[in-house]
Structures are given as C-alpha cells and as structure tokens.
Nanobody, 121 residues
Framework: QVQLVESGGGLVQAGGSLRLSCAAS????????MGWFRQAPGKEREFVSC????????LYKNSVKGRFTVSRDNAKNTVYLQMNSLKPEDTAVYHC??????????????WGQGTQVTVSS
C-alpha cells in the first residue's frame, strides 16, 4: 500500500511559478514510477508528467514541455513538479500517482487527494 499527499498548490499570477510536492509513504514507494495528472472543472483528468523510479526517464504533456520539470528524491520519498511560466489554462487540481510511467491513468494504482493550482490572468 502506498499513500500519497500533495502540497504546494495555491494562487499565482500568469507567468509565475509554483512547486508541487508529493510525499509518498509505504514500504516500496520508491520503487514506483510517479505521475502527475490534473483535472480542471468540467474537464476530464489529463496526464501532465511522469518520472521513472530511478529518475532516468521522464515524460511530459506537450503543452507543459519546457515549462514544467518533474524530479524525485527517493531518500525523502518525495516527487516534485516545478511549474514555471504558468498560464490560466494550467488551473486545475493536480494529483500525483504511483505506478508505471505513462500517460494513461490506468498505469497507476495509487492516487493522492490533489492540490489546487489557480493561475489568474
């Protein structure tokens, strides 16, 4: 069993930055790939990024490439999503997930509750 808790969301102006954190607990949490998804009101959940268990592989949604960076610190059982040059369309609840790296939600078996990111124009 893996428990995930996100933090770091908030309200920021367009062009600003936020860093999201996802703290994982569980005996084998560091052996999972970690993903970030987001869901805006009235929209389906969408993939944002993922990182392999060794951090050697990463994957990004096209619209966030060059603006978002995913990283992990296995010693702290924490995954990060650095978000720069934020746009109003990035507004959503951001969830982290543990499983195997990929863009499909079905790749992941464990999910956090989410943290709200609001970008004002």
């Amino acid at each position: 069993q893996v428990q995930l808790v996100e933090s770091g969301g908030g309200l920021v102006q367009a062009g600003g930055s936020l860093r999201l954190s996802c703290a994982a607990s569980g005996r084998t949490s560091s052996s999972y790939a970690m993903g970030w998804f987001r869901q805006a009101p009235g929209k389906e959940r969408e993939f944002v990024s993922c990182i392999g268990w060794s951090a050697s592989s990463t994957l990004y949604k096209n619209s966030v490439k060059g603006r978002f960076t995913v990283s992990r610190d296995n010693a702290k059982n924490t995954v990060y999503l650095q978000m720069n040059s934020l746009k109003p369309e990035d507004t959503a609840v951001y969830h982290c997930a543990a499983g195997s790296c990929g863009a499909l939600a079905s790749n992941y078996g464990y999910w956090g509750q989410g943290t709200q990111v609001t970008v004002s124009s």
